[in-house]
């Protein structure tokens, strides 16, 4: 097409778009259908008259103490341990969706991220791979029973230590420390959990932040979703005007939409824990033993550093607590 066709083309399709024009008589109004966006799957909104969660009384002592580790490496014996490397691979729930911790690398098709790093940093010291992991997909409310049905060996999926979870799962020490945030869209006027009175939020189902944000802002309307993907898609279809969860994984969110932001003070602190099944001390002071070995040899720093420097300066990894 040579340059005067080209620009008689340009001209042609602009005018088609102006109203009243001669090209198209017809009033647009009337033509022009807006088609309301689905929401994900199992999307179900938190009815108004459903009680709030009450805020659970945090009486275990300190939640985040863990079992001592005794060794690492082949020398580690136990009952959890032995079966695992019996199987000759370690399989672990987490995510497949969830950006920056565990979701798959568009050109390697890799599960990649911190907490797939975290896992496959225990597979190399109890299996002697760091690749003789199975990943096991699992959204935030199937994490407690996928450990209480021992369907995976542990759960590395941004699972905040709690009291409550502790009753029926056990944890490592704390692997990183998470705050509760908001996410908005940029100029939104939303600037943390105070603007959410009579708006809507997103939150996945089973989590701390559900309960949280139902207890600290009872006025705001709440949307319940399986994944954070899934509230991310919601914002952006303005569904919802904002997403609460811990920061780690809104910057995940904020890192695919550039047009969204974290905003808001810190709502509660989130400690992260491996999730692994009670009774399994062997296997609680085994992953203990290989976290001792992250935070002493700069892994936990590098892996820190390579997914998480949205959160900005890399801290000093968390300093682990004992309960023995
Ligand atoms: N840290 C929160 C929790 O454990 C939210 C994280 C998530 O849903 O993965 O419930």
Not at 11 to 36: F, K, M, N, Q, W
Not at 67 to 78: E, I, K, M, T, V
Not at 176 to 204: F, H, T
Not at 268 to 288: H, K, M, Q, T, W
Request: contains cysteine; charged residues 25%; neutral net charge.
């Amino acid at each position: 097409m040579n340059a005067r066709r080209a620009g008689l083309a340009v001209l042609l399709v602009a005018a088609a778009a102006l109203p009243g024009c001669a090209i198209d008589p017809e009033p647009h109004e009337d033509r022009v259908s807006y088609t309301e966006a689905p929401l994900p799957a199992k999307a179900s909104p938190v009815p108004s008259d459903s009680p709030v969660p009450p805020r659970v009384d945090q009486k275990c002592g300190d939640p985040t103490a863990s079992l001592r580790p005794n060794g690492s490496g082949s020398a580690a014996r136990g009952p959890a341990l032995d079966a695992i490397r019996a199987r000759g691979r370690l399989i672990v729930g987490l995510d497949t969706g969830s950006n920056l911790f565990s979701f798959r690398d568009p050109l390697s098709g890799r599960i990649t991220g911190f907490d797939a790093d975290i896992a496959r940093e225990i597979a190399r010291d109890l299996l002697g791979n760091p690749d003789l992991v199975e990943f096991r997909s699992l959204s935030s409310e199937e994490r407690e029973q996928a450990l209480i049905n021992h369907t995976v060996d542990l759960v590395a999926k941004t699972m905040t230590i709690t009291c409550e979870r502790r009753k029926r799962v056990a944890f490592s020490t704390v692997y990183l420390l998470a705050q509760q945030r908001v996410l908005a869209m940029k100029n939104s006027g939303i600037g943390g959990i105070a603007d959410l009175a009579g708006k809507r939020v997103c939150v996945a189902r089973g989590t701390t932040s559900l309960d949280r944000i139902r207890q600290d802002q009872p006025a705001a309307t709440v949307l319940t979703v399986p994944t954070w993907a899934d509230c991310l898609v919601v914002l952006q279809q303005r569904q919802v005007d904002a997403v609460s969860t811990d920061d780690a994984i809104l910057a995940g969110l904020a890192a695919q939409d550039p047009y969204t932001e974290v905003v808001g003070e810190s709502i509660s602190a989130e400690p992260y824990g491996i999730g692994i099944p009670l009774g399994d001390d062997d296997l609680v002071r085994f992953v203990n033993g290989t976290l001792d070995r992250l935070r002493a040899d700069g892994t936990w720093t590098r892996i820190h550093r390579r997914w998480l420097s949205s959160l900005g300066e890399t801290p000093a990894p968390p300093a682990p607590r004992y309960q023995d």
